[in-house]
């Protein structure tokens, strides 16, 4: 090989080396250690031949890889050596301050965006992550019931048996305590007084000591203080005591319940949080604390009426609770079921409670998070526009000196300022916003009276904003230095930059691709919220209103007493003025709770297998009074509702049509006999169901029997009228007491408000997700805005001798038209994985819309498409002002 | 700018490659070779690599202790162009400033009898 070739390939390698060093040191010095390099391997080949050439070939890539990365890392060093960072925040405020516009407006995105974060963010960590305020709170678990082949229930409530055998198990299981509604709950200070309705929740005496909570006054529950014939105590919480005038001296008094004598043993501390899980349904609020009556031990184990709460020894496994409680359930399925499978297994206290609230507060987490990034991009792309109309500032400081350190500095600060202040004045609105958060969320969302932003979530959202604004800035900053001083000055003497023209767009079709996931999903939301709009939930719910009284065996000892008592009520409510009729049943439509599901048989119906197991079928039961189902406007499919009249020596029965096709398929139910309590039901109608669970599905079977036949006491009085409905409560009130002033009337709604209690979920999380989605599509078409008016005046000239060389307008208007068309075009396809992934997350939370509903995904798509290319069109407009004939004059 | 000559004034001491750049321009306009030949012409054991002492070329340039010269070929390599370097009255002060701060070192070195006492 001659030298002349070798010093070619010497030169060659010798630039390729200089990839090792950052561009600004290679625009000033590149070609001098080139040369230097190439003298020194000329020497090398003519004093030492190849060998010694290889040798400096060797020496500098070594040299290349350590000077290369040493300069890299200048600016990262110098930026810690160097620098007046006061002067540096001082001259970054007064350019803010030079444009307020820019600042306002970045700062209002900024605090709207992170505010909206702050407040799901909040919602999310006080609900799913903070622990429930009791000691070592994750030791605590619910236990349920599988029912395994036996029965079509998963989660079914415990015997008090199984508590008891619990309570026994010893080994990681400490101590184990039975919940169970008080029935009834009319209560007074004392005989004379007023009765109110509060929710009592009869317990094991070691319920307060399981929890870790002492009382404030008084002592809690003795050990002795349960079973048969003790001496009847209660606890009241805070929020009871203050209602009954926070007298300080309440322990050791007699209070009233049901018209029976409790002596006040304790009060609980403020906002004690405890509520009693359901195997159904959303948990329960509590009033007051009594104990058993019964001896938990001693009761039927086939009676399964409680909820049961252990405490595990601390910090054990979650896998080892699991093991000792299903070591419970094997042993009780042994005793009392003949071990055919029935399994006891518990849930983490916390994950029980939130387990109905999860899946939508996931998905608005996912959202909330979508959002930030959306504004990190957002903000990225706007200090982007700005750091380029900086760059012939940028250029010529360079030029004259200044470090490219300082360039960064400049621009992380301002990011990083506007990040805080967003952060900080976004932590302040959701104060605001938590507020309304919980103004609107449902009654029973769980730890919903904990929602309430605090110090940790405040300093974590002003953290989150510090961190946005430098990540946002970091674009910028990256841009400024690494963007050659040559091609810097290059590019700002001819008019308009380009180098950040690329990220800029890019940054547009992140932006469009994030906003089209949230829309698509909001989209999809609003889809599922609107099909539970429309749901028919199988009765009527317009001008119906409801109340709550109870019958308590204390004040109507005889079942004749009570019936007398439930007639009158009807009676008199049914001939209120404006009022059209009246009716009654022990629960309402649309919110089940677990007390009156009961398994039956229909011996000889031709649906049955002959298989007793597979025979006998779950059903809900609610027992009504003549005029439930023509008052609530449920519809009849055969025979007759139930009437005045009582027949002698027959219970009547109304089946669904769910329960009626299963036992009777394609045959006649009316007539046939159903297995019930020892007894035998006679059908007498069949009806489309009113719905006990969600509006949108039907629940299990039901069987609707007379109230009157089974001693149901406490019911809800169900009137329709053509008035205001709830205008009627007065008149309601003044009724019940005139028929007898012992009792009280409770839980006064209409039955919409019941509709809207459930929907009000849904209708939250769809109302927060559109409210991110349409933000999120706003902050998309402001970068579009800003690209396509940016691009239009750095296109002038060029517009402008097209226009001269013979384009028409409208052919140059479509000429930039098509660059927005194209940055939507691209976002939009980027966007389908995200659209996939989102659907998935979201498909829980969905009712009778599918995750890729095609209808709802192409109506989104080509709003957003719509959106955009209007954004695109406004700017793109000015081309038409274009006057080319001046303009190329004036150039 | 300020700043730069501020950390001129500043800075307490030139690494070596620096006072060698600094001391090889003093006799004249060199190129990036030319100053590596000058340090090996002058027995130094340690030679910087070509890339360290472009990097203090181009730290040197900033703070103004040296300045490009005119780009010209080299006397000895044809008509080949090499991009030339001078000496400022600046650097050549912080050179002076350096062999001074040198020579009171090896003063003190001597009175403290860490080197021999009549060394030249």
């Known amino acids: 090989m001659s030298h002349r070739h070798l010093m070619t390939v010497s030169e060659r390698w010798f630039r390729l080396l200089l990839r090792f060093y950052p561009v600004d040191f290679r625009d000033d010095m590149g070609d001098a250690v080139v040369e230097a390099y190439r003298d020194r391997a000329r020497e090398a080949l003519s004093s030492g031949g190849l060998t010694r050439l290889v040798s400096v070939w060797l020496h500098a890539l070594f040299d290349a890889l350590r000077n290369g990365s040493g300069e890299r890392a200048r600016p990262a060093v110098s930026w810690r050596r ?86 026994e198990a010893g080994g990681v299981i400490e101590g184990a305590v039975g919940l169970q509604r008080y029935l009834g709950g009319v209560f007074s200070l004392r005989e004379d007084t007023d009765p109110m309705e509060i929710a009592v929740t009869v317990t094991s005496p070691a319920l307060f000591d399981l929890l870790g909570t002492a009382p404030t006054l008084g002592r809690g529950f003795a050990r002795n ?96 609770v699991a093991a000792a409680v299903e070591a419970v359930g094997r042993a009780v399925d042994e005793r009392d079921f003949s071990g055919r499978g029935l399994k006891l297994y518990p849930v983490g206290l916390k994950t029980d409670l939130v387990a109905r609230a999860r899946p939508a507060l996931l998905v608005l987490a996912a959202a909330g998070l979508v959002l930030a990034l959306m504004l990190t991009v957002n903000l990225a792309s706007v200090l982007l526009a700005r750091a380029a109309q900086r760059q012939h500032e940028f250029a010529v400081s360079r030029a004259l000196g200044a470090n490219d350190v300082a360039v960064m500095r400049a621009t992380l600060l301002e990011g990083g300022l506007l990040g805080l202040l967003g952060g900080a004045l976004g932590a ?100 599922s919220f609107e099909r539970l709009l429309r749901a028919d939930p199988g009765f009527k719910a317009q001008g119906l209103f409801t109340v709550r009284v109870r019958t308590p065996p204390e004040f109507f000892p005889t079942p004749s007493d009570a019936i007398g008592f439930q007639d009158r009520i009807q009676a008199t409510l049914g001939a209120l003025p404006g009022v059209t009729g009246a009716g009654a049943a022990h629960t309402l439509p649309l919110t089940a709770t677990f007390s009156a599901q009961t398994t039956i048989t229909i011996p000889g119906a031709p649906g049955n297998t002959g298989d007793a197991e597979r025979d006998a079928l779950l059903v809900d039961v609610i027992a009504a009074r003549a005029g439930y189902v023509e008052v609530m406007g449920m519809r009849l499919l055969a025979g007759r509702a139930f009437e005045e009249s009582r027949p002698s020596g027959v219970f009547e029965a109304i089946v669904d049509s769910n329960m009626a096709r299963r036992f009777f398929p394609g045959a006649d139910p009316l007539g046939a006999r159903i297995a019930y309590r020892k007894d035998w039901l006679t059908i007498v109608g069949v009806v489309e169901q009113a719905r006990l669970y969600d509006v949108h599905q039907n629940g299990r079977p039901q069987l609707y029997v007379r109230a009157e036949d089974w001693g149901f006491r406490p019911l809800f009085y169900v009137v329709r009228t053509e008035r205001q409905p709830h205008a009627l409560l007065p008149e309601v009130q003044a009724a019940v007491r005139r028929i007898d002033p012992r009792v009280a009337v409770g839980d006064p709604r209409t039955m919409e408000q019941i509709v809207d209690d459930t929907l009000r979920q849904q209708k939250t999380s769809a109302a927060l997700i559109v409210a991110f989605a349409l933000g999120a599509l706003l902050l998309a078409a402001m970068g579009l805005f800003g690209v396509v008016s940016g691009s239009v005046t750095r296109r002038r000239h060029e517009l402008a001798v097209r226009l001269a060389l013979g384009a028409d307008h409208p052919r140059v208007l479509r000429l930039v038209l098509r660059e927005g068309a194209l940055l939507v075009g691209v976002g939009v396809l980027i966007a389908v994985p995200g659209i996939y992934a989102a659907g998935q997350l979201i498909r829980g939370v969905l009712v009778g819309v599918s995750p890729s509903d095609p209808v709802t995904l192409l109506a989104v798509t080509l709003g957003l498409a719509l959106v955009t290319l209007l954004t695109c069109y406004v700017p793109a407009r000015r081309v038409l002002t274009i006057e080319p004939a001046q303009l190329l004059r004036q150039e | 700018m300020d700043r730069a000559r501020r950390r001129t004034d500043e800075r307490p001491a030139l690494r070596p490659v620096e006072f060698h750049i600094l001391l090889s321009l003093a006799a004249g306009e060199r190129h990036g070779y030319g100053i590596i030949q000058d340090i090996e012409a002058r027995g130094d054991t340690a030679v ?37 370097y001078r000496i400022t009255d600046a650097g050549r002060r912080a050179a002076k400033t350096e062999a001074r701060r040198l020579e009171m070192l090896m003063r003190a070195a001597r009175i403290g009898g860490l080197l021999p006492k009549n060394t030249k």
């Open chain 1, 82 to 167: 160097s620098g007046n960072w006061g002067r540096d925040a001082e001259l970054v405020t007064r350019r803010l301050l030079r444009a307020p516009a820019f600042a306002a407006a970045t700062l209002g995105t900024l605090t709207l965006g992170l505010g909206m974060f702050a407040v799901v963010y909040t919602a999310v960590h006080k609900i799913l992550i903070e622990p429930m305020p009791y000691r070592d709170s994750g030791d605590l678990y619910y236990v349920w019931r599988d029912y395994g082949q036996i029965l079509d229930l998963k989660k079914g409530a415990l015997a008090g048996t199984d508590i008891a055998a619990l309570g």
């Open chain 1, 225 to 320: 203080e349960v079973g048969p014939g003790h001496p009847l105590v209660i606890v009241l919480t805070h929020e009871l005591w203050n209602r009954l005038g926070a007298d300080p001296a309440i322990v050791g008094k007699d209070v009233r319940l049901n018209g029976r004598p409790y002596t006040v043993l304790a009060v609980l501390p403020r906002g004690f949080p405890f509520v009693r899980n359901e195997p159904i349904g959303p948990a329960q609020r509590v009033d007051a604390y009594v104990t058993f009556e019964v001896n938990l031990a001693e009761t039927n184990p086939k009676d399964a009426g409680y909820s049961g709460l252990i405490r595990a020894r601390r910090g054990t496994a979650p896998e080892a």
């Open chain 1, 428 to 527: 302040l609105a959701a104060v605001w916003g938590t507020r309304a958060l919980v103004a609107v969320a449902p009654l029973d969302l769980p730890r919903r009276e904990a929602i309430a932003i605090d110090w940790g979530i405040a300093g974590a959202v002003v953290l989150l904003g510090l961190l946005l604004g430098l990540l946002a800035a970091s674009v910028p900053a990256l841009w400024a230095a690494r963007t050659s001083l040559s091609s810097l000055l290059a590019s700002s003497a001819v008019r308009g930059g380009r180098g950040h023209g690329r990220m800029r767009r890019e940054m547009i079709v992140a932006q469009v691709a994030l906003s089209l996931v949230l829309l698509s999903s909001g989209g999809l939301v609003v889809r």
């Open chain 2, 48 to 84: 910087p690599d070509v890339g360290t002492m472009y990097r203090a070329l181009a730290r040197m340039l900033e703070n103004g202790l040296i300045e490009a010269a005119a780009r010209r070929p080299a006397p000895d390599a044809g008509d080949e162009r090499r991009n030339y």
